[in-house]
């Protein structure tokens, strides 16, 4: 066997790598790149509402609670049929029941037993969220935690956006770059910039209060804000 030939030819080889490679590595060094932001945003109207809600009431005894929640539970459920929710948009929680207490001369006194109740509820059409508000108006034992705003689309308005965010992001590279005398090249890296899924979506009402248009239902909107961060090779 020609071992003398076969390590000449392995010495070649490494030569010709350590030749190469430094010449490679240099030139990627040298590689001139930019990075730049881009952002759109837009204001849309809600189609649907999502309310989360309790309901508890206090009795010196459980069952008189209890008794009391239950009878507020139908009441209630019947009110929001009427007003064309169903079973399946009102979503309720095993009952929590407890030890009530209060404060006074500096130590905890117990006045009575709580029985309470999470609800949530899914109010499809918009328009009926004024008649939802006032049949929830009408006990007080019922608390309103919160109201969020949402889209039947609200994916394919995210994804819109953020092609505009890309959209806005060359156009700021190609700006930066004619500023340089150069021209961009290739994209090296896209990055979206918010934390959860690149889209930072607010829902509010009554945004003609906060400077931007009211939607047509006049309860509520969605602000859906895209960032995108990109890197372009520089010409």
């Not at 906060?210 to 006049?218: F, N, R, T, V």
């Amino acid at each position: 066997m020609n071992y003398g030939g076969n390590m000449r030819l392995t010495r070649m080889i490494v030569l010709s790598l350590l030749l190469i490679l430094p010449s490679a590595i240099f030139a990627a060094e040298n590689i001139r790149k930019i990075t730049v932001t881009g952002k759109s945003e837009i204001v849309v109207e809600a189609h649907y509402a999502i309310i989360q809600l309790n309901i508890r009431h206090v009795k010196k005894e459980m069952i008189q609670s209890h008794n009391e929640l239950l009878k507020t539970i139908s009441e209630l459920t019947g009110e929001l049929k009427d007003t064309g929710l169903s079973d399946t948009d009102i979503k309720k929680s095993l009952v929590l029941q407890g030890q009530e207490y209060s404060w006074e001369d500096n130590s905890q006194v117990l006045k009575g037993y709580f029985s309470e109740c999470f609800i949530e509820l899914n109010v499809k059409d918009i328009n009926k969220l004024d008649e939802v508000y006032k049949a929830l108006a009408n006990y007080r034992s019922v608390s309103i935690i919160g109201t969020e705003f949402r889209r039947n689309d609200e994916f394919e308005v995210r994804k819109t956006e953020f092609e505009k965010a890309l959209h806005a992001a060359r156009k700021k590279a190609e700006y930066m770059a004619n500023a340089l005398n150069a021209k961009i090249g290739k994209v090296y890296s896209i990055q979206e910039a918010s934390a959860d899924d690149s889209f930072a979506v607010n829902t509010y009402s009554r945004l003609s209060e906060k400077g931007a248009p009211e939607s047509k239902s006049g309860y509520g909107s969605i602000q859906v804000t895209a960032i995108a961060v990109v890197e372009f090779e520089l010409e």
